[in-house]
């Protein structure tokens, strides 16, 4: 898990070329462009007409600009993020689409949320979570959601390969060459946050004793074996 210093130095670089990087990494991931991910996550978030909505790790405030598209005209939505430089660039988008009556964009740690208990009917993180320490920001938005609330997220994967002898070798030779090619923060915070990536079945656990239930979840493969997979994650906040 990387460090938040290294976290904020590395998007804090990234923020001015941010949506252009992710376009390019997950069409060499998984074949979709930043723009079909966002599209294909919406499509599994259930928004009723006035839900209170946060996401998480919210960067330049794509998501939030897409569900304020969709949600009902007394929705509200907070976008979340650590590195002030990212939600600059999210201010910025909001501003220009004249939606900040509906949009409030918040600096701070998803770990230590500065959110009262039970005010979101929603959270959604869209490939966050392996930058976290996982069971404290599940535990956080476990609080922050009502009884019945919804999570929704998009996750980096381990694939199976991943826990293999085999795979596990490979990934530590992978690791090592990707050290010595990507000495920024950027590469740092992404060789730090390999350990923190779960498999399919360590997320269900994770979830259920984190007081998450009816959990469903889609696995995508990724483009190349040894590539992380990419996880569609549904839950319900359940009474603990």
Request: aromatic share 8%; proline share 4%.
């Amino acid at each position: 898990m990387a460090g938040n210093d290294v976290v904020i130095e590395a998007f804090t670089e990234l923020a001015p070329r941010y949506e252009e990087t992710m376009d390019w990494e997950l069409r060499e991931l998984w074949g979709v462009s930043y723009e079909d991910f966002v599209n294909r996550l919406m499509e599994l978030v259930p928004l009723e007409d006035g839900d209170v909505v946060l996401d998480v790790a919210t960067g330049t405030a794509r998501i939030p600009l897409k569900i304020a598209s969709q949600a009902g005209a007394k929705g509200r939505i907070v976008g979340l993020d650590i590195t002030w430089a990212m939600l600059r660039q999210g201010l910025a988008n909001v501003e220009a689409r004249g939606l900040t009556p509906r949009i409030g964009l918040v600096c701070a740690s998803a770990m230590e949320m500065p959110f009262v208990e039970g005010v979101f009917d929603v959270v959604i993180c869209g490939l966050g979570m392996h930058h976290m320490d996982v069971p404290q920001v599940l535990s956080e938005m476990r609080r922050v959601l009502r009884e019945g609330g919804r999570l929704v997220m998009a996750c980096v994967g381990a694939p199976r390969l991943w826990r293999s002898f085999w795979g596990s070798a490979l990934l530590r030779i992978l690791l090592a060459r990707y050290r010595l090619t990507h000495r920024n923060a950027r590469g740092q915070a992404e060789v730090e946050a390999f350990p923190n990536i779960r498999t399919a079945s360590e997320w269900c656990t994770l979830l259920w004793n984190s007081g998450f239930g009816e959990i469903r979840m889609a696995e995508s493969s990724a483009r190349r074996p040894w590539y992380p997979c990419a996880l569609l994650i549904r839950a319900v906040a359940r009474r603990v």
